[in-house]
C-alpha cells in the first residue's frame, strides 16, 4: 500500500491538511510545501474530481509550483496551495468559503490563501471574515491587490515576447499566430494584449461560449480544443489546467515556443528534455505565471503600490532569460535548470 509519504509527488512537503466540515459540504485539502522563505502562500482552487487521489495530487503539484514560483519570484513567501473539492453540481456557498477561512485561520498564518481556478473576489471576501491569512481581496481601482488575473496575464504577455525574441529574433508580436488554450480570467488578458500589439490568434475553450465572446473581443479564430495543441502556429500558449504537455502531445505540437500561464504544464519531469529535443522553447510555467502572486504578495506583505508591482512583473522575462541561457549553456532543459535554481533557493539542493 503506497503511503502519503510514498506518493511521486510529495516531494517531502512539510505539512498535508485533509478538511472536513460536514455542516456546509466543504471537503478540502490544505498542503504546504516549504515555509523555508517565510508562510506558505498560494491560492485556492475550487475543483471537481474524479477521485479523491487526483484532488491530492493536484493539491501536492500546485504547493511545490508554489514553492519554486515564490522563490523565484524574489518573494519572501515559501509555497502551499488549497483545494477544495466540488461536488460534480459544483455547489459552492458562502458558508462553505466561511469554513475554508476558518480551516486557512486554525493554522496560525502558516498558509496564506488567494484565488485560483473556480474561486473569485467574493469568496475570499467570506474567507476573509474568518481569517486575516488571505489576499486578493476586492480593493480600489489603482490600488494593490484585488483579482490576480489581469497581473498573471501580463507577465505571461511579457513572458511571450521574451520568448519571441529569443526563438525568433523579433520585438513585437505584430503577425505572429498564437495559440492560446483556455479563454478565462488569465487567457483573456493575454489575449487582449496581444491582439493590441497586432498578433493572429486562434482560442479554444471547453466552453464555447466563452471562446466566442474573447474571439469577438480580439478578432480572433475559434478552434475545437481537440484541435488546439496541434495547430501550426509560432507559440502555444496554455491557459487552462495542467498535464497537458506528455510524450504523445509533444511529438505532436508544431509550434517553436511554448509559453502560457497554466500551472504544472509538463506531465512528468522528462517532457521538458522532450521539447528541448524537438527544439521547442519552453517558458517554465511558475516562473513565465508569476504575476498574480506578485500582487497578492505585495498586497499582504503591504511593501510596495501599483507601481512596484508591475516592475516586479517587468522582471519575469529578465528571470526567463536567465534559465534559458543556463539551458543553453549546460544543455540542460529549461524545466530542469528552473527547478534547480528553485531548489536551491528554498534550502534543499
Given at each position: 500500500?503506497?503511503t502519503?509519504?510514498g506518493l511521486?509527488d510529495?516531494?517531502?512537503h512539510e505539512a498535508?491538511?485533509?478538511?472536513?466540515?460536514q455542516?456546509?459540504g466543504?471537503?478540502?485539502?490544505i498542503?504546504?510545501?516549504s515555509?523555508h522563505?517565510g508562510?506558505?502562500?498560494?491560492g485556492c482552487?475550487?475543483?471537481h474530481?474524479a477521485d479523491d487521489?487526483?484532488?491530492?495530487?493536484?493539491?501536492l503539484?500546485?504547493?511545490r509550483g508554489?514553492?519554486?514560483?515564490?522563490?523565484?519570484?524574489g518573494?519572501p513567501l515559501g509555497?502551499g496551495?488549497?483545494?477544495?473539492?466540488?461536488?460534480a453540481n459544483?455547489?459552492?456557498?458562502p458558508e462553505m468559503?466561511?469554513?475554508f477561512?476558518?480551516a486557512?485561520?486554525?493554522?496560525?498564518?502558516k498558509y496564506?490563501?488567494?484565488?485560483?481556478?473556480?474561486?473569485?473576489?467574493?469568496d475570499?471576501?467570506s474567507?476573509s471574515?474568518q481569517t486575516?491569512?488571505?489576499?486578493?481581496?476586492?480593493?480600489?481601482e489603482?490600488?494593490v491587490?484585488g483579482d490576480?488575473?489581469?497581473h498573471?496575464s501580463l507577465?505571461?504577455?511579457?513572458?511571450?515576447?521574451?520568448?519571441v525574441?529569443r526563438?525568433?529574433g523579433k520585438?513585437?508580436?505584430?503577425?505572429?499566430?498564437?495559440?492560446?488554450?483556455g479563454a478565462?480570467s488569465?487567457?483573456s488578458?493575454?489575449?487582449m494584449?496581444?491582439a493590441a500589439?497586432g498578433?493572429?490568434l486562434?482560442?479554444?475553450?471547453v466552453d464555447a461560449?466563452?471562446a466566442?465572446?474573447?474571439?469577438?473581443?480580439?478578432?480572433?479564430?475559434?478552434?475545437?480544443?481537440s484541435d488546439?495543441?496541434?495547430l501550426?502556429a509560432?507559440v502555444l500558449s496554455?491557459?487552462?489546467?495542467?498535464?497537458?504537455l506528455d510524450a504523445?502531445s509533444?511529438?505532436a505540437?508544431r509550434?517553436?515556443?511554448?509559453a502560457?500561464?497554466a500551472?504544472?504544464?509538463l506531465?512528468s519531469?522528462?517532457?521538458?528534455?522532450?521539447l528541448?529535443?524537438?527544439g521547442?522553447?519552453?517558458?517554465p510555467?511558475?516562473?513565465?505565471n508569476?504575476g498574480g502572486?506578485?500582487?497578492?504578495?505585495t498586497?499582504y506583505?503591504?511593501?510596495?503600490?501599483?507601481?512596484?508591482v508591475?516592475?516586479?512583473i517587468e522582471g519575469?522575462?529578465?528571470?526567463l532569460e536567465t534559465?534559458?541561457?543556463?539551458?543553453?549553456?549546460?544543455?540542460?532543459?529549461p524545466?530542469?535548470v528552473?527547478?534547480?535554481?528553485?531548489?536551491?533557493l528554498?534550502g534543499?539542493a
Amino acid at each position: 500500500m503506497t503511503t502519503l509519504w510514498g506518493l511521486p509527488d510529495f516531494d517531502a512537503h512539510e505539512a498535508v491538511h485533509l478538511v472536513t466540515d460536514q455542516k456546509t459540504g466543504l471537503r478540502a485539502i490544505i498542503a504546504m510545501h516549504s515555509t523555508h522563505l517565510g508562510p506558505a502562500a498560494g491560492g485556492c482552487r475550487f475543483w471537481h474530481y474524479a477521485d479523491d487521489a487526483d484532488a491530492l495530487t493536484d493539491a501536492l503539484r500546485l504547493s511545490r509550483g508554489m514553492s519554486f514560483k515564490n522563490a523565484m519570484a524574489g518573494l519572501p513567501l515559501g509555497g502551499g496551495k488549497g483545494v477544495i473539492l466540488a461536488d460534480a453540481n459544483r455547489t459552492k456557498t458562502p458558508e462553505m468559503m466561511a469554513a475554508f477561512g476558518r480551516a486557512v485561520n486554525s493554522l496560525g498564518g502558516k498558509y496564506v490563501t488567494a484565488e485560483d481556478v473556480g474561486i473569485n473576489v467574493a469568496d475570499m471576501t467570506s474567507v476573509s471574515q474568518q481569517t486575516r491569512y488571505v489576499a486578493g481581496l476586492p480593493v480600489e481601482e489603482g490600488a494593490v491587490g484585488g483579482d490576480p488575473g489581469p497581473h498573471t496575464s501580463l507577465g505571461v504577455f511579457l513572458g511571450i515576447k521574451a520568448a519571441v525574441r529569443r526563438a525568433l529574433g523579433k520585438s513585437s508580436l505584430q503577425g505572429l499566430h498564437i495559440a492560446l488554450q483556455g479563454a478565462g480570467s488569465v487567457a483573456s488578458g493575454v489575449a487582449m494584449h496581444a491582439a493590441a500589439e497586432g498578433a493572429r490568434l486562434s482560442i479554444a475553450d471547453v466552453d464555447a461560449d466563452r471562446a466566442q465572446k474573447l474571439a469577438a473581443a480580439t478578432g480572433a479564430e475559434v478552434v475545437a480544443p481537440s484541435d488546439i495543441m496541434t495547430l501550426e502556429a509560432d507559440v502555444l500558449s496554455p491557459n487552462a489546467l495542467g498535464a497537458i504537455l506528455d510524450a504523445e502531445s509533444i511529438a505532436a505540437l508544431r509550434v517553436p515556443i511554448v509559453a502560457g500561464g497554466a500551472n504544472n504544464q509538463l506531465a512528468s519531469r522528462e517532457d521538458g528534455a522532450r521539447l528541448m529535443e524537438r527544439g521547442i522553447l519552453y517558458a517554465p510555467d511558475y516562473v513565465i505565471n508569476a504575476g498574480g502572486i506578485i500582487n497578492v504578495s505585495t498586497e499582504y506583505l503591504k511593501d510596495g503600490d501599483a507601481s512596484v508591482v508591475r516592475s516586479r512583473i517587468e522582471g519575469i522575462p529578465e528571470r526567463l532569460e536567465t534559465i534559458w541561457s543556463e539551458s543553453q549553456a549546460s544543455g540542460r532543459d529549461p524545466a530542469t535548470v528552473a527547478d534547480a535554481m528553485a531548489m536551491k533557493l528554498i534550502g534543499r539542493a
